[in-house]
């Protein structure tokens, strides 16, 4: 009896042995998986400052200083198809296309238009050498082909209505787009073109004059990146820069951001930081003002590098998505890609209004204040940043995610009206009809 009773105590404590291992092996399982069902997209929402901070301290030799101006000529089609934003466009009617109208992209600022402003998707062909896309507006067909695989050579030589993106901010950029234009005489077909050209950062665009149709050439318009004196909204026009596209930055779905969440930053900037310039006054007024240096996310460099990475990207974007303000102290030019990709994560854009050297217009941005862009403006960072941070200081949550949603819709209607003023441009000058 004494035996039987013996080996019942031990059927059950092996028994409740048993049970214990396996409820704490339920309870971290459960954990694990609760931490990795976290979507990619809402990743920022789990990022804390330690994390950031540890991904910037990794190495210095493998960042990318974002928002510099800086445009090779090349297509990385390693990337894959970015996500497409899910924003409201306009409704497409069922009607078929009666037009074609080709957009051949020789500069990156192509991909801009096709991927943020146009919401297309592109597909890569011929080992990475062509990447092409196709969307019907209305009646018209817009095909879009990019890569080192398009040359005047081998493009469509029927083509009828162009238009062309080209790079026109160095002279070997611009010797290159040249070779484009003296070009178009060569396609039979070929009736209307327009060029959106990436401009000088000093506005020194003049030399694209003669090719205008008023001058005798085949552009019927032009739509041209910076404050150039030469829009007149007649023959010329100015375009915005948009985002860094040759760095990955890709579109983001503003349905998937996280904007009602407590962004851990005030402020971010990452950059280079020149000799006497207001972006050294900037980096040393966070660093002597107590507490800015760790309430602010800032990566100065002292150096331009054209090394990215996927680490560098992600750093970036993060540090865009986690902070209130992205702070612009000019560059080369007042106009930066920085300013684009902060107002695609929500992330109010603190702008230096100052218009730099050269031929460039006075004010600066006209193009982004004719459309009232809800940018805070700086003519001083040592007496204006102080006053922004103690406004920020009052602002509460609630008052927060209101401007961010401001941001966000004014931006994504922004690029609508520039979709709109193009092809509105184009049926004008190409002679297109409903």
Not at 166 to 173: I, P
Not at 202 to 231: E, P
Not at 263 to 285: A, E, Q, W
Request: hydrophobic fraction near 35%; charged fraction near 25%; glycine fraction near 6%.
């Amino acid at each position: 009896m004494a035996i039987l009773f013996r080996r019942v105590l031990l059927l059950l404590l092996g028994a409740y042995i048993c049970f214990t291992c396996y409820s704490g092996y339920l309870l971290f399982t459960r954990e694990d998986r609760n931490l990795r069902s976290i979507p990619n997209q809402s990743a920022s929402s789990y990022l804390d400052k330690a994390n950031l901070r540890s991904t910037v301290d990794r190495s210095d030799d493998d960042w990318n200083p974002w928002g510099e101006d800086f445009e090779p000529e090349r297509v990385n089609a390693a990337r894959g198809d970015p996500a497409h934003t899910s924003y409201s466009r306009q409704v497409e009617d069922n009607r078929p296309a009666k037009y074609t109208v080709e957009i051949w992209g020789k500069a990156a600022i192509g991909n801009y238009l096709w991927e943020h402003i146009f919401a297309a998707r592109l597909e890569t062909r011929e080992d990475g050498a062509l990447r092409s896309g196709s969307k019907k507006i209305g009646n018209i067909r817009f095909k879009y082909r990019t890569g080192p695989g398009i040359i005047p050579q081998t493009a469509p030589s029927d083509v009828e209505y162009l238009i062309l993106v080209l790079n026109g901010r160095s002279k070997d950029k611009i010797s290159f787009a040249r070779s484009w234009l003296d070009y178009l005489d060569n396609y039979p077909r070929l009736q209307h073109t327009i060029v959106i050209l990436l401009g000088d950062e000093q506005c020194r665009n003049g030399w694209l004059t003669r090719y205008m149709r008023s001058k005798g050439g085949k552009i019927d318009a032009a739509f041209i990146v910076y404050d150039t004196g030469l829009v007149d909204d007649h023959e010329i026009f100015q375009w915005p820069l948009g985002v860094a596209t040759y760095r990955g930055f890709g579109p983001l779905d503003s349905h998937k951001l996280d904007i009602e969440s407590s962004r851990p930053y005030k402020c971010n900037f990452l950059g280079t930081v020149y000799p006497k310039s207001s972006r050294k006054v900037l980096m040393d007024i966070i660093s002597r003002q107590n507490g800015l240096n760790k309430a602010c996310f800032t990566k100065p460099r002292e150096e331009w590098l054209p090394n990215e990475t996927s680490q560098s990207l992600q750093m970036y974007q993060y540090a865009l998505s986690l902070s209130d303000l992205t702070l612009n102290p000019v560059g080369m030019n007042t106009e930066c890609y920085r300013i684009y990709e902060a107002m695609a994560y929500g992330s109010v854009p603190v702008v230096e209004d100052k218009t730099t050297p050269g031929l460039c217009q006075n004010p600066a941005l006209r193009l982004l204040k004719k459309h009232k862009a809800p940018f805070i403006y700086v003519k001083n960072w040592i007496t204006d940043f102080p006053r922004i941070l103690g406004q920020e200081a009052a602002l509460s949550l609630k008052e927060k995610i209101e401007r961010r949603v401001a941001l966000v819709e004014w931006y994504e209607g922004f690029k609508l009206d520039m979709r709109k003023l193009l092809i509105d441009i184009a049926k004008r000058k190409f002679g297109l009809t409903d």
